[in-house]
């Protein structure tokens, strides 16, 4: 575990991640020192409410700590919260029922706020989910599958298969990262429209 000082800065984000979730307090507030700013200016450029936007600021770094022991942030640790802060801006502008200034051209006045963020959004997520998952490698399509689609555990796939747990771990490890990948680009690509 690494001991934090003023010259914490100087420490890569990967590192004080790995100390966060060891439950390193102070690794813990020099992130949130490094993003809340940035992460409070973009939640805020989008509802334009001050203190609302303080409070979803905290959401993401409270859930953050919460469950740092079960996150896993396959890039950067601020794309990640980027993502969160993402989240949980449209579930608050779908809540509040708030049109995006950035969609007001490109969508009919009478047509719901829920439905523009949703329905179109999702539909393409979706495909292009099933297309990644359509290009895995065979072995790693079928390890998905019988874990999403049959439900099955880690030890159970690795008994059908005739396989490691390990494996079975690495593959479902591999297919998350790209699909968190693929969801990650399109999501960044919605939100930059709001």
């Not at 203190?51 to 905290?58: G, R």
């Not at 950067?76 to 029922?97: C, G, P, Q, W």
């Amino acid at each position: 575990m690494y001991f934090y000082t003023m010259d914490s800065a100087v420490i890569p984000d990967h590192q004080l991640w790995l100390s966060v979730q060891q439950g390193n307090r102070r690794a813990f507030d020099e992130l949130y020192q490094r993003y809340a700013q940035p992460i409070f200016a973009s939640v805020y450029r989008h509802i334009d409410n001050r203190h609302d936007a303080e409070d979803l600021t905290q959401e993401v770094f409270m859930n953050m700590w919460i469950k740092r022991e079960q996150i896993s942030i396959a890039s950067s640790l601020f794309n990640y919260l980027f993502s969160v802060a993402r989240y949980k801006t449209l579930r608050y502008m779908r809540e509040k029922a708030i049109r995006p200034a950035g969609l007001d051209g490109l969508l009919p006045a009478e047509e719901p706020v829920e439905m523009a963020l949703t329905t179109p959004h999702l539909h393409d997520v979706a495909a292009r989910v099933a297309q990644e998952v359509a290009a895995l490698p065979e072995k790693m399509k079928k390890v998905y599958e019988l874990n999403q689609d049959k439900g099955l555990s880690v030890s159970e796939i690795a008994t059908q298969l005739h396989i490691s747990p390990n494996t079975v771990r690495n593959h479902l490890a591999k297919v998350r990262t790209r699909l968190r990948s693929t969801i990650s680009r399109l999501s960044t690509f919605f939100f930059s429209l709001l």
